[in-house]
């Protein structure tokens, strides 16, 4: 409970003297009773561990906490060229591709050692001549990874021999790789394996094999799997990184060569690959980005089938599901002994349960893998089944069929994903793989596209696949055939014949092999969805007991079931969550609040449910499944489920299926309530009960198994209390794995306790099939029935909906947020989200994880099961008010009473206020310019000590607040401690954006927090350039005719924040804007909504606001999730290249959000050359985000950054990054917790907002803040009270309470604090104030970090980097940048510039090595000139294959001319000039087809003209506001997100074009007449070009391209104009439909046709006007 202000100001005295002593008191700091100092701690270790307890920081699954990649991978296969064995031509062209993907890679600590590079080829039989023989042609060979000691290795070696000897697989010999170790790095030396070769004949039981050769590759896979285990079993396995034995290859068809190291030492280290006898008619290359900087050997890749570029998101849930097959029947075991009979082998693969026989084979999958190896060893299983290569990458990796254009003609394929859709669960996240099985070799990309992957095709027959074009330098009048693979799409060569095969082919072919078809027709029973039933379970005053028993509050139904059942929307809210974790409350919680959703971040991509939600599904499927390495007809007898929220008519139809004639899918159910005499330990026997039940029914062939807590009457519910839906189907899920049962049932919750979209993430996430809730419905009926709703419904301020409308609207509302928590870690389908388990528990002990949530995170203990039961029956109404009337908890808005603890109160904001002398009464709207110092008041000490004394003794709220200090030295004097104006340079605000703030609330906290020497922070909304000069106009009141709304200004202020933040909607990102910058931020994820983008309400965007962005006025912006430039670790390292390249002084931050694993994410950031690393907590403040974002996603700050700053000392990184922080940060104890932690800068964000007069209304998302601070309204923006002032007296307040706490802890530099763990304790005293539970631990988690207290290194910069002041250097870009140097220091570029006027030309070749390539020069024009740019004109040909973000930021005067190709990102954030792509002349393919530039060109485009004389790919013009395009066909998601501009497309496009669209105009030549198919029609609506305006503009954008490239394709159409215009369609939105060229209506109008032109009205044309020939040449020019 809170002191009132009365009772705090009687504790604390206003004296200085007593200031101090309270400071004391406060921390925890005792003084010896003589007044001496303070008595020495001599400890140095923090948080000791308790007996029995372990370090807990990095435990969970090793791909998530421990080690991610991303790479760069591709292949070359020319069957044609060379004899049988190929030829070394292919193997150098491999390696000439590896080298230069460098860029894609990264090195381990020590700057040298690769992360990792590596190939696969054909075996190359020339070099082995001597092991082959004529009766063994062709034995099997593995590469072997040994131990370097040679006694190990001799022991090692003796069991394989025993193994291949006992399988009858004659011992050929061993074979040492030839290697030198000198051309490895430091790391990569001490962990080098001794490396070897061993040949084996095939067993002569196999003669009749040769020609497949399938049964010796399964007795060669079987036996590797055998070696592993007799090797444990011989005690031959040891932990040293250079003692590990490996199979990096096993087969007599292919090898890997693979380490290490970086790609232009592979063939150096490995001298094999420089001999002319390795001959191959094929090579995959793969080079590694490791976010570790101690990577393995083995982790290198290839591995042994697949190169995987990419992240399975849904690991943890796939490996779950391949253990529960294994367990799934028994088989003897001695059916396992023979390894060498084809038939036997044969059974082997292709049953689920032999792969669970550890003291037989290898483990089949284990957590403890990278993601990439546990893929491959699936796809090798399926693959040594009767599954094909392309077929097993279909049915893991599956491509998003349902309504898809592209298969309209072949319902083959989508019936063979309807059928393996049932049967295996996809694993689903980024992924570029390219794969071999030595018959055949192919690429398939995820269904989102989130990698890019091109090929070309040559007249000899050779097939190049690549992450990026122009890694092999080919001649382009050699190449017949140029293309990309699309989202889900595949390639595919037959290694014997040399066919190519695109993706309908190949598919086709796999998919006609059975008929799938037919089997789903007769197999499958589907549940669509059906009508809601209108009759009521309960009576009212039932209702409202049952829903008070299962947690239910007031807020849930007038917040959440009010916005789902009445608008199919979840609640939008704003502010972040400021109440207490689950565990440290006082009020009664459901299991559910334990629980953080896990999000992408970096190295994989969170995806777009809103605009690209054509890739998601939330279908499921219930019955028993068959196994997924056996095709079968039987796989494909299930209930299929459209929607995972059941009602009750579906549960009937689901039960009707239980008859023999209609199924025969036999059902249970099994009640979840047990006796409420039992007490709270009685929920252990009801656990057990249920799940020996489920067990015996399951075994006893019941398919569909109902969990439920529904009670008959109020007679039952007053007599029983229930298991949590989400303890009883953790426990019943995990009791039938580990019973080897799960696949043999469906598990379906019915439950009063799931009403919120994360309730039913969770009830998924831990291994339900489906849900019915039945109270929540019931709810829906309630509400819809109640006086209130119906009147509202009349008086219109609800739409008015039948009953059966508002259930449907409430379904809808779940399926989309499920389809939000799906896409926040980038899976698509709800089927592989089901038992994956991504969450964290945050207060669980180890009783309810292992009961219900194994391999869950738990970091910091807490609850049991019989804490879980008592917090269940505190939530009963005791009372008859209770029973009456819902209690309103009060978790999201503040109420008095029963109500939850809120930290930032109206109370605390009066409080701060007292404090630094702020009136909310004084403001531009009353009498500001007649109050004394604009009616600042003076600051108050005093006040301040009653502030910071709420919050002392307020409930407790966070994890900070179970902490201690303890020194280990004397106090000293506070005149000892270094100044509060040193430790005010620490301060940031955090991102809070123009437009989520009022302008008078974002400059004046720019203002402030540059006053005092910190970092303001710009958020994502961009800033007026009027904010880049110092004031120097201010008056004698303060007054600036520059601000004329700020009041309290100095000449000298700046406006300019230092921070300027790049966001995923590239709102306001300009040249200028980035130049500007003194630091750039790209904002990865935001505290309070991690994996979604920003959301600014229509209402907020103002003329103002719509002007910075872009954008249309009251148009709500929305903005992407990151994935479309971000989509991996590397992409993320090419954005920092990007704003390296156009602001080289500018260091470089990036802002993640706490979780876990973002220790390892943080080590990939910093290897990506990133300056800062901002962790933020998941509690931080929003303008506005859907309300279970705020509750239920990211973790506590000090998670995060203790795990981040423990990562990057233990892999030497942390002396590469600052370290920031926010989240909450109210005080100088939270920052000082913070600095010891390991931060060195601090972010104030909500707290900051009250210093200048927020007053927490938490209206921020309605456009209504009554102090002006979140509004856009003019006379509520005018109430503004706040002045740079009262936010520098709140700065100064807290520097000096962290000055009075150094002096204490006997520290005088700040920086001494920083990373000093040891100094905190967990504090028993507040430990025992937990009301819960006493399971809750620190020291586990806490003990983790390193002590750093004599080694203070990491405070500095490198020494390759001067070794000085981390804030005083900046990452510079090293080769890649080299000809963005070369055109910067050009002597006619510099007097071009110089001169500013006239036409310059100059030529320059370029590579794919050269990424960035203009930016720089494109920051030199405008830090001379501005957004503006040149008056003259700089022509800048260019000759080659240009690298990634080709373009970036070209400026006004700027004309780029590229003769060649390019990768992804071209023209992004391109601001004016000219960007034309066209091929070489006498290129041998046509140009239409084919591919020219890569995905999402002119990403975040505000200008200028662009034309490609080709296709484009992915995400074409995603957020365009300004560039005028036209290209020759793209992939899908064509002007997702755009808000201004044009874009012509000559040629066919992917799906969903416009998705999100609210400004500019697109026009689309529909070639095949299906254009119609492909529009998201969401917002957009297209037409044929019907107006005059529509078509002058039309034309004259295609003649000026056909006079830019030559392009056949414009040639065509305008040769042929009248009968080609009407193939044209016309895309607009809303905003654009009185336009003159979408409407005839208005008359007069001007027409653009062009965003670049020497004089700004020739871009310009009145409705009806041509162009003469003298415009056009001098537009076109």
């Given at each position: 409970?809170?002191?009132?202000?009365?009772?705090?100001?009687?504790?604390?005295?206003?004296?200085?003297?007593?200031?101090?002593?309270?400071?004391?008191?406060?921390?925890?700091?005792?003084?010896?009773?003589?007044?001496?100092?303070?008595?020495?701690?001599?400890?140095?270790?923090?948080?000791?561990?308790?007996?029995?307890?372990?370090?807990?920081?990095?435990?969970?699954?090793?791909?998530?906490?421990?080690?991610?990649?991303?790479?760069?991978?591709?292949?070359?296969?020319?069957?044609?060229?060379?004899?049988?064995?190929?030829?070394?031509?292919?193997?150098?062209?491999?390696?000439?591709?590896?080298?230069?993907?460098?860029?894609?890679?990264?090195?381990?600590?020590?700057?040298?050692?690769?992360?990792?590079?590596?190939?696969?080829?054909?075996?190359?039989?020339?070099?082995?001549?001597?092991?082959?023989?004529?009766?063994?042609?062709?034995?099997?060979?593995?590469?072997?990874?040994?131990?370097?000691?040679?006694?190990?290795?001799?022991?090692?070696?003796?069991?394989?021999?025993?193994?291949?000897?006992?399988?009858?697989?004659?011992?050929?010999?061993?074979?040492?790789?030839?290697?030198?170790?000198?051309?490895?790095?430091?790391?990569?030396?001490?962990?080098?394996?001794?490396?070897?070769?061993?040949?084996?004949?095939?067993?002569?039981?196999?003669?009749?094999?040769?020609?497949?050769?399938?049964?010796?590759?399964?007795?060669?896979?079987?036996?590797?799997?055998?070696?592993?285990?007799?090797?444990?079993?011989?005690?031959?396995?040891?932990?040293?990184?250079?003692?590990?034995?490996?199979?990096?290859?096993?087969?007599?068809?292919?090898?890997?060569?693979?380490?290490?190291?970086?790609?232009?030492?592979?063939?150096?280290?490995?001298?094999?690959?420089?001999?002319?006898?390795?001959?191959?008619?094929?090579?995959?290359?793969?080079?590694?980005?490791?976010?570790?900087?101690?990577?393995?050997?083995?982790?290198?890749?290839?591995?042994?089938?697949?190169?995987?570029?990419?992240?399975?998101?849904?690991?943890?849930?796939?490996?779950?599901?391949?253990?529960?097959?294994?367990?799934?029947?028994?088989?003897?075991?001695?059916?396992?002994?023979?390894?060498?009979?084809?038939?036997?082998?044969?059974?082997?693969?292709?049953?689920?349960?032999?792969?669970?026989?550890?003291?037989?084979?290898?483990?089949?999958?284990?957590?403890?893998?990278?993601?990439?190896?546990?893929?491959?060893?699936?796809?090798?299983?399926?693959?040594?089944?009767?599954?094909?290569?392309?077929?097993?990458?279909?049915?893991?990796?599956?491509?998003?069929?349902?309504?898809?254009?592209?298969?309209?003609?072949?319902?083959?394929?989508?019936?063979?994903?309807?059928?393996?859709?049932?049967?295996?669960?996809?694993?689903?996240?980024?992924?570029?793989?390219?794969?071999?099985?030595?018959?055949?070799?192919?690429?398939?990309?995820?269904?989102?596209?989130?990698?890019?992957?091109?090929?070309?095709?040559?007249?000899?027959?050779?097939?190049?696949?690549?992450?990026?074009?122009?890694?092999?330098?080919?001649?382009?009048?050699?190449?017949?055939?140029?293309?990309?693979?699309?989202?889900?799409?595949?390639?595919?060569?037959?290694?014997?014949?040399?066919?190519?095969?695109?993706?309908?082919?190949?598919?086709?072919?796999?998919?006609?092999?059975?008929?799938?078809?037919?089997?789903?027709?007769?197999?499958?029973?589907?549940?669509?969805?059906?009508?809601?039933?209108?009759?009521?379970?309960?009576?009212?005053?039932?209702?409202?007991?049952?829903?008070?028993?299962?947690?239910?509050?007031?807020?849930?139904?007038?917040?959440?079931?009010?916005?789902?059942?009445?608008?199919?929307?979840?609640?939008?809210?704003?502010?972040?969550?400021?109440?207490?974790?689950?565990?440290?409350?006082?009020?009664?919680?459901?299991?559910?609040?334990?629980?953080?959703?896990?999000?992408?971040?970096?190295?994989?991509?969170?995806?777009?449910?809103?605009?690209?939600?054509?890739?998601?599904?939330?279908?499921?499927?219930?019955?028993?499944?068959?196994?997924?390495?056996?095709?079968?007809?039987?796989?494909?007898?299930?209930?299929?489920?459209?929607?995972?929220?059941?009602?009750?008519?579906?549960?009937?139809?689901?039960?009707?299926?239980?008859?023999?004639?209609?199924?025969?899918?036999?059902?249970?159910?099994?009640?979840?309530?047990?006796?409420?005499?039992?007490?709270?330990?009685?929920?252990?026997?009801?656990?057990?009960?249920?799940?020996d039940k489920a067990v015996e029914d399951v075994r006893n062939g019941v398919e569909v198994l109902i969990l439920s807590d529904k009670s008959a009457d109020q007679a039952e519910l007053d007599g029983t209390t229930y298991i949590p839906p989400m303890i009883a189907v953790g426990a019943v899920h995990h009791r039938l794995i580990d019973e080897g049962l799960r696949m043999d049932t469906g598990i379906v919750i019915e439950t009063g306790s799931a009403w919120s979209t994360h309730h039913f993430a969770c009830l998924v996430g831990y291994?339900?099939?489906?849900?019915?809730?039945?109270?929540?419905?019931?709810?829906?009926?309630?509400?819809?029935?109640?006086?209130?709703?119906?009147?509202?419904?009349?008086?219109?301020?609800?739409?008015?909906?039948?009953?059966?409308?508002?259930?449907?609207?409430?379904?809808?509302?779940?399926?989309?947020?499920?389809?939000?928590?799906?896409?926040?870690?980038?899976?698509?389908?709800?089927?592989?989200?089901?038992?994956?388990?991504?969450?964290?528990?945050?207060?669980?002990?180890?009783?309810?994880?292992?009961?219900?949530?194994?391999?869950?995170?738990?970091?910091?203990?807490?609850?049991?099961?019989?804490?879980?039961?008592?917090?269940?029956?505190?939530?009963?109404?005791?009372?008859?008010?209770?029973?009456?009337?819902?209690?309103?908890?009060?978790?999201?808005?503040?109420?008095?009473?029963?109500?939850?603890?809120?930290?930032?109160?109206?109370?605390?904001?009066?409080?701060?206020?007292?404090?630094?002398?702020?009136?909310?009464?004084?403001?531009?709207?009353?009498?500001?310019?007649?109050?004394?110092?604009?009616?600042?008041?003076?600051?108050?000490?005093?006040?301040?000590?009653?502030?910071?004394?709420?919050?002392?003794?307020?409930?407790?709220?966070?994890?900070?607040?179970?902490?201690?200090?303890?020194?280990?030295?004397?106090?000293?004097?506070?005149?000892?401690?270094?100044?509060?104006?040193?430790?005010?340079?620490?301060?940031?605000?955090?991102?809070?954006?123009?437009?989520?703030?009022?302008?008078?609330?974002?400059?004046?906290?720019?203002?402030?927090?540059?006053?005092?020497?910190?970092?303001?922070?710009?958020?994502?909304?961009?800033?007026?350039?009027?904010?880049?000069?110092?004031?120097?106009?201010v008056d004698e009141k303060g007054r600036s005719p520059t601000y004329p709304h700020l009041a309290g200004l100095k000449n000298g202020d700046s406006a300019n924040s230092y921070i300027h933040q790049v966001a995923s909607g590239r709102f306001g990102v300009t040249p200028e804007f980035l130049t500007t910058a003194k630091q750039l931020e790209i904002k990865m994820a935001q505290g309070a909504k991690p994996g979604e983008g920003g959301q600014l309400p229509g209402p907020k965007v103002s003329d103002y606001i719509a002007t910075l962005?872009?954008?249309?006025?009251?148009?709500?912006?929305?903005?992407?999730?990151?994935?479309?430039?971000?989509?991996?670790?590397?992409?993320?390292?090419?954005?920092?290249?990007?704003?390296?390249?156009?602001?080289?002084?500018?260091?470089?931050?990036?802002?993640?959000?706490?979780?876990?694993?973002?220790?390892?994410?943080?080590?990939?950031?910093?290897?990506?050359?990133?300056?800062?690393?901002?962790?933020?907590?998941?509690?931080?403040?929003?303008?506005?985000?859907?309300?279970?974002?705020?509750?239920?996603?990211?973790?506590?700050?000090?998670?995060?950054?203790?795990?981040?700053?423990?990562?990057?000392?233990?892999?030497?990184?942390?002396?590469?990054?600052?370290?920031?922080?926010?989240?909450?940060?109210?005080?100088?104890?939270?920052?000082?917790?913070?600095?010891?932690?390991?931060?060195?800068?601090?972010?104030?964000?909500?707290?900051?907002?009250?210093?200048?007069?927020?007053?927490?209304?938490?209206?921020?998302?309605?456009?209504?803040?009554?102090?002006?601070?979140?509004?856009?309204?003019?006379?509520?923006?005018?109430?503004?009270?706040?002045?740079?002032?009262?936010?520098?007296?709140?700065?100064?307040?807290?520097?000096?309470?962290?000055?009075?706490?150094?002096?204490?802890?006997?520290?005088?530099?700040?920086?001494?604090?920083?990373?000093?763990?040891?100094?905190?304790?967990?504090?028993?005293?507040?430990?025992?104030?937990?009301?819960?539970?006493?399971?809750?631990?620190?020291?586990?988690?806490?003990?983790?970090?390193?002590?750093?207290?004599?080694?203070?290194?990491?405070?500095?910069?490198?020494?390759?980097?001067?070794?000085?002041?981390?804030?005083?250097?900046?990452?510079?870009?090293?080769?890649?940048?080299?000809?963005?140097?070369?055109?910067?220091?050009?002597?006619?570029?510099?007097?071009?510039?110089?001169?500013?006027?006239?036409?310059?030309?100059?030529?320059?070749?370029?590579?794919?090595?050269?990424?960035?390539?203009?930016?720089?020069?494109?920051?030199?024009?405008?830090?001379?000139?501005?957004?503006?740019?040149?008056?003259?004109?700089?022509?800048?040909?260019?000759?080659?294959?240009?690298?990634?973000?080709?373009?970036?930021?070209?400026?006004?005067?700027?004309?780029?001319?590229?003769?060649?190709?390019?990768?992804?990102?071209?023209?992004?954030?391109?601001?004016?000039?000219?960007?034309?792509?066209?091929?070489?002349?006498?290129?041998?393919?046509?140009?239409?087809?084919?591919?020219?530039?890569?995905?999402?060109?002119?990403?975040?485009?505000?200008?200028?003209?662009?034309?490609?004389?080709?296709?484009?790919?992915?995400?074409?013009?995603?957020?365009?506001?300004?560039?005028?395009?036209?290209?020759?066909?793209?992939?899908?998601?064509?002007?997702?997100?755009?808000?201004?501009?044009?874009?012509?497309?000559?040629?066919?496009?992917?799906?969903?074009?416009?998705?999100?669209?609210?400004?500019?105009?697109?026009?689309?030549?529909?070639?095949?007449?299906?254009?119609?198919?492909?529009?998201?029609?969401?917002?957009?609506?297209?037409?044929?070009?019907?107006?005059?305006?529509?078509?002058?503009?039309?034309?004259?954008?295609?003649?000026?391209?056909?006079?830019?490239?030559?392009?056949?394709?414009?040639?065509?159409?305008?040769?042929?104009?009248?009968?080609?215009?009407?193939?044209?369609?016309?895309?607009?939105?809303?905003?654009?439909?009185?336009?003159?060229?979408?409407?005839?209506?208005?008359?007069?109008?001007?027409?653009?046709?062009?965003?670049?032109?020497?004089?700004?009205?020739?871009?310009?044309?009145?409705?009806?006007?041509?162009?003469?020939?003298?415009?056009?040449?001098?537009?076109?020019?």
């Open positions: 409970m809170r002191l009132s202000s009365a009772a705090l100001i009687a504790v604390v005295a206003s004296s200085a003297s007593s200031y101090i002593s309270s400071f004391q008191l406060q921390h925890g700091l005792t003084q010896r009773r003589n007044g001496a100092a303070m008595e020495r701690v001599t400890s140095l270790q923090a948080f000791k561990l308790k007996e029995g307890e372990t370090k807990n920081m990095f435990e969970g699954p090793a791909p998530l906490v421990k080690e991610r990649d991303a790479c760069g991978v591709g292949f070359i296969a020319n069957t044609k060229s060379g004899e049988e064995f190929g030829t070394h031509k292919v193997l150098q062209q491999g390696l000439t591709a590896l080298d230069c993907m460098e860029h894609r890679g990264a090195c381990g600590g020590d700057g040298i050692s690769g992360d990792g590079a590596g190939i696969m080829t054909q075996i190359p039989w020339k070099l082995f001549s001597e092991y082959r023989s004529e009766n063994c042609p062709k034995p099997g060979v593995g590469m072997v990874f040994l131990p370097q000691q040679e006694d190990r290795r001799n022991s090692v070696k003796e069991v394989i021999e025993k193994v291949c000897e006992a399988n009858e697989l004659e011992f050929l010999g061993w074979r040492e790789v030839p290697v030198d170790p000198s051309a490895l790095g430091p790391q990569a030396r001490d962990a080098v394996p001794s490396m070897w070769q061993m040949f084996v004949k095939a067993p002569k039981r196999l003669d009749d094999d040769e020609e497949t050769r399938d049964g010796f590759e399964r007795t060669l896979y079987l036996v590797r799997r055998r070696i592993l285990v007799e090797l444990e079993k011989a005690g031959l396995k040891w932990e040293d990184a250079n003692s590990e034995t490996y199979f990096a290859s096993f087969s007599s068809a292919t090898i890997v060569y693979k380490g290490m190291v970086q790609g232009c030492v592979l063939p150096q280290f490995y001298k094999d690959l420089q001999d002319e006898d390795f001959t191959t008619k094929f090579v995959i290359y793969h080079r590694r980005f490791s976010t570790n900087t101690n990577p393995k050997w083995p982790l290198a890749q290839p591995m042994r089938v697949v190169g995987h570029n990419g992240e399975i998101n849904t690991l943890v849930g796939n490996v779950n599901w391949v253990k529960a097959r294994e367990k799934s029947k028994a088989l003897p075991e001695c059916e396992l002994e023979d390894l060498v009979n084809a038939e036997n082998t044969d059974n082997i693969v292709m049953m689920c349960n032999t792969q669970d026989v550890p003291n037989v084979l290898e483990p089949l999958v284990d957590l403890g893998r990278s993601d990439s190896a546990n893929l491959d060893a699936v796809f090798e299983l399926m693959t040594k089944s009767r599954h094909r290569a392309p077929c097993a990458l279909m049915s893991l990796v599956p491509t998003a069929y349902e309504n898809e254009p592209a298969l309209s003609n072949n319902p083959e394929i989508v019936d063979f994903y309807k059928f393996h859709g049932g049967l295996l669960e996809a694993w689903d996240g980024p992924a570029l793989l390219v794969y071999s099985d030595g018959k055949s070799i192919g690429a398939s990309l995820d269904r989102n596209g989130l990698r890019p992957a091109r090929y070309s095709i040559t007249s000899d027959g050779t097939v190049y696949m690549m992450s990026e074009t122009g890694v092999v330098d080919l001649e382009e009048s050699d190449i017949v055939q140029k293309g990309r693979l699309g989202p889900g799409q595949m390639i595919n060569v037959d290694l014997a014949t040399g066919e190519f095969k695109d993706n309908i082919a190949i598919k086709s072919e796999i998919a006609s092999r059975h008929p799938y078809g037919e089997w789903v027709k007769q197999g499958r029973k589907d549940v669509t969805k059906m009508t809601f039933a209108d009759d009521r379970l309960y009576d009212d005053a039932t209702t409202t007991f049952a829903q008070g028993t299962f947690g239910w509050g007031l807020e849930d139904i007038g917040m959440q079931i009010q916005d789902m059942a009445g608008s199919a929307k979840e609640t939008t809210y704003s502010m972040g969550d400021d109440a207490p974790i689950a565990v440290l409350s006082e009020r009664p919680h459901t299991p559910y609040n334990y629980f953080k959703q896990r999000f992408a971040q970096v190295t994989n991509p969170p995806i777009d449910p809103l605009r690209e939600g054509v890739v998601m599904s939330v279908a499921m499927t219930l019955g028993k499944k068959e196994s997924i390495y056996k095709v079968s007809e039987k796989g494909a007898r299930l209930i299929h489920l459209e929607s995972p929220v059941l009602n009750s008519n579906e549960m009937d139809r689901i039960a009707s299926f239980a008859e023999p004639e209609n199924g025969g899918f036999e059902q249970a159910t099994i009640s979840t309530r047990y006796s409420l005499a039992d007490g709270p330990d009685g929920i252990k026997d009801a656990i057990e009960a249920i799940c291994g339900a099939n489906a849900v019915h809730p039945y109270l929540a419905l019931e709810t829906v009926k309630q509400w819809h029935g109640s006086k209130r709703t119906q009147s509202m419904m009349k008086a219109g301020k609800l739409d008015n909906t039948t009953l059966d409308e508002a259930q449907q609207n409430y379904r809808k509302a779940v399926e989309n947020g499920l389809l939000k928590i799906l896409s926040k870690m980038g899976i698509s389908l709800l089927s592989s989200y089901q038992g994956a388990q991504i969450f964290e528990a945050m207060g669980l002990g180890e009783e309810v994880i292992d009961t219900s949530f194994k391999g869950t995170t738990s970091r910091i203990g807490g609850v049991s099961l019989s804490d879980i039961a008592q917090e269940t029956a505190m939530m009963r109404p005791e009372t008859a008010d209770e029973k009456a009337k819902l209690i309103n908890y009060g978790y999201y808005k503040p109420v008095p009473k029963k109500g939850e603890y809120h930290v930032n109160s109206s109370d605390l904001a009066k409080l701060l206020h007292d404090a630094i002398g702020l009136d909310k009464t004084v403001s531009a709207a009353t009498d500001r310019d007649e109050a004394e110092n604009d009616g600042v008041k003076p600051k108050n000490a005093a006040n301040y000590e009653i502030f910071k004394k709420s919050l002392e003794s307020a409930p407790l709220a966070n994890i900070r607040d179970l902490l201690d200090f303890e020194s280990d030295r004397e106090s000293i004097s506070i005149d000892e401690v270094e100044p509060a104006a040193e430790i005010m340079k620490r301060f940031c605000t955090g991102a809070m954006s123009l437009g989520a703030l009022s302008r008078e609330a974002h400059e004046t906290l720019a203002i402030a927090v540059n006053r005092v020497g910190g970092k303001s922070n710009s958020g994502e909304g961009g800033e007026d350039t009027v904010r880049i000069k110092d004031l120097s106009d962005r872009a954008s249309k006025p009251g148009v709500t912006l929305i903005s992407p999730p990151p994935h479309h430039d971000i989509y991996s670790i590397e992409d993320l390292a090419q954005l920092i290249h990007d704003l390296h390249a156009i602001n080289e002084s500018a260091g470089v931050s990036v802002k993640l959000v706490s979780s876990i694993g973002i220790g390892t994410v943080a080590c990939g950031v910093a290897k990506a050359q990133a300056d800062v690393i901002q962790i933020s907590g998941g509690d931080g403040g929003t303008g506005a985000s859907p309300l279970s974002s705020i509750k239920h996603a990211g973790m506590p700050w000090e998670m995060g950054l203790s795990e981040a700053h423990s990562a990057l000392l233990n892999n030497g990184l942390r002396d590469r990054v600052t370290l920031r922080v926010d989240g909450g940060i109210r005080t100088g104890r939270d920052l000082a917790i913070a600095a010891m932690m390991g931060a060195e800068e601090f972010g104030f964000g909500t707290i900051a907002m009250i210093a200048e007069g927020c007053v927490m209304a938490r209206v921020c998302h309605l456009n209504t803040c009554p102090v002006g601070v979140t509004s856009q309204k003019e006379e509520l923006r005018k109430k503004f009270p706040g002045t740079p002032e009262h936010v520098v007296n709140f700065f100064m307040f807290v520097a000096e309470e962290i000055r009075e706490l150094m002096a204490h802890l006997g520290y005088s530099k700040f920086e001494d604090l920083i990373g000093r763990a040891d100094l905190l304790k967990e504090s028993e005293e507040q430990l025992a104030r937990i009301a819960k539970t006493k399971g809750v631990t620190l020291s586990g988690f806490f003990g983790s970090i390193p002590e750093s207290k004599d080694d203070r290194a990491f405070l500095r910069a490198t020494p390759a980097e001067g070794g000085g002041l981390k804030d005083s250097v900046v990452h510079v870009n090293g080769g890649s940048s080299d000809l963005d140097r070369e055109m910067c220091n050009h002597e006619d570029v510099k007097a071009a510039i110089e001169k500013n006027s006239g036409d310059t030309a100059v030529s320059f070749n370029i590579k794919n090595t050269d990424r960035s390539t203009c930016a720089m020069l494109a920051g030199d024009i405008s830090r001379q000139y501005g957004n503006k740019g040149l008056d003259g004109n700089l022509n800048i040909n260019i000759f080659g294959s240009a690298g990634q973000s080709f373009g970036a930021f070209t400026l006004p005067g700027m004309k780029l001319r590229l003769t060649g190709e390019a990768n992804d990102y071209v023209g992004k954030g391109m601001h004016g000039g000219e960007i034309v792509v066209l091929p070489e002349a006498d290129a041998g393919f046509v140009a239409a087809d084919s591919s020219i530039v890569g995905n999402a060109c002119l990403y975040g485009a505000t200008g200028g003209d662009f034309h490609a004389n080709g296709r484009a790919g992915e995400r074409f013009c995603v957020r365009n506001s300004g560039a005028y395009a036209v290209c020759e066909g793209t992939g899908d998601h064509c002007c997702e997100y755009m808000t201004g501009g044009v874009v012509v497309a000559l040629g066919t496009v992917g799906r969903n074009v416009g998705a999100g669209m609210t400004g500019g105009i697109g026009y689309f030549y529909d070639e095949d007449g299906r254009f119609d198919e492909r529009v998201n029609g969401e917002i957009v609506k297209f037409q044929r070009v019907g107006s005059a305006a529509g078509e002058l503009q039309l034309r004259n954008m295609i003649e000026r391209h056909f006079e830019k490239t030559g392009s056949e394709k414009a040639e065509a159409i305008l040769d042929n104009w009248d009968e080609e215009k009407v193939k044209f369609w016309q895309v607009y939105p809303p905003s654009e439909a009185q336009s003159a060229v979408v409407s005839d209506t208005i008359v007069g109008e001007t027409v653009k046709v062009s965003a670049t032109a020497p004089s700004e009205e020739l871009c310009y044309l009145p409705v009806g006007a041509g162009l003469s020939p003298d415009q056009t040449t001098r537009c076109a020019d």
